[in-house]
């Protein structure tokens, strides 16, 4: 009887240390998980950076397709002007203003009748008076027609009219958008500054408006 009691305890003893953890194996487990921790750390900053540059290209196609809105809506051309592009660091910057009349050339021969609507810097340009942008890692690289393959950084001016055409302005004359142009939007990272991935691009076409290629 009393061998019986003392196998009863052994498996009282023995079902409670299976039933629970010790302390070596917890301290285990948290060193796991730290280790787990820190290696997932930099793909998860990258994935969050991405995003950033998602939310920029996606609110830059927003801006663009309310523009598209707005011209047909006021029967007035609208001037978009994208400039300080760059491939190297984040910058960047965009004006839309509301011409005098519903024709693009009125852009070029009544450039004091045009009414200034939004000012937005990108990554860390500098624009008087305006507020600087809230994302200064992400940028404009860079625009490309659909027949060439290198990125240019000179100013950009379009032009949309009221039928929701796009132009594009060469000299003092304004032509038609062919095929479809791509704006880049680069998300930098580290110290000196690098580019993160390839760009998102934001794809321009005559009547279709804008919208974010991944």
């Not at 690289?141 to 100013?155: I, K």
């Not at 032009?159 to 880049?184: Q, W």
């Amino acid at each position: 009887h009393i061998r019986d009691d003392h196998s009863h305890t052994d498996l009282n003893l023995r079902s409670k240390r299976d039933a629970g953890f010790t302390l070596l194996e917890l301290l285990i487990t948290l060193i796991l998980i730290g280790i787990v921790t820190t290696l997932a750390m930099p793909a998860m900053k990258t994935v969050t950076r991405r995003g950033e540059a998602l939310d920029i290209a996606s609110s830059l196609v927003q801006q663009i397709n309310l523009a598209r809105d707005q011209a047909n809506r006021r029967n007035r051309s609208y001037q978009l002007i994208i400039s300080d592009f760059n491939m190297v660091n984040p910058s960047g910057a965009i004006t839309l203003s509301e011409g005098a009349s519903n024709t693009c050339q009125s852009l070029v021969e009544k450039p004091d009748q045009l009414n200034t609507l939004v000012t937005k810097p990108y990554g860390g340009s500098v624009i008087n008076g305006v507020e600087s942008s809230i994302r200064p890692h992400v940028g404009l690289g860079g625009w490309r027609r659909s027949d060439a393959d290198d990125w240019q950084t000179a100013t950009l001016e379009l032009c949309i009219n009221p039928k929701g055409g796009t132009f594009v302005r060469s000299g003092a004359l304004f032509s038609e958008l062919i095929g479809h142009y791509s704006l880049a939007v680069q998300q930098f990272f580290g110290d000196p500054l690098r580019p993160l991935g390839p760009p998102y691009q934001v794809e321009l076409t005559f009547s279709s408006g804008a919208k974010v290629k991944r």
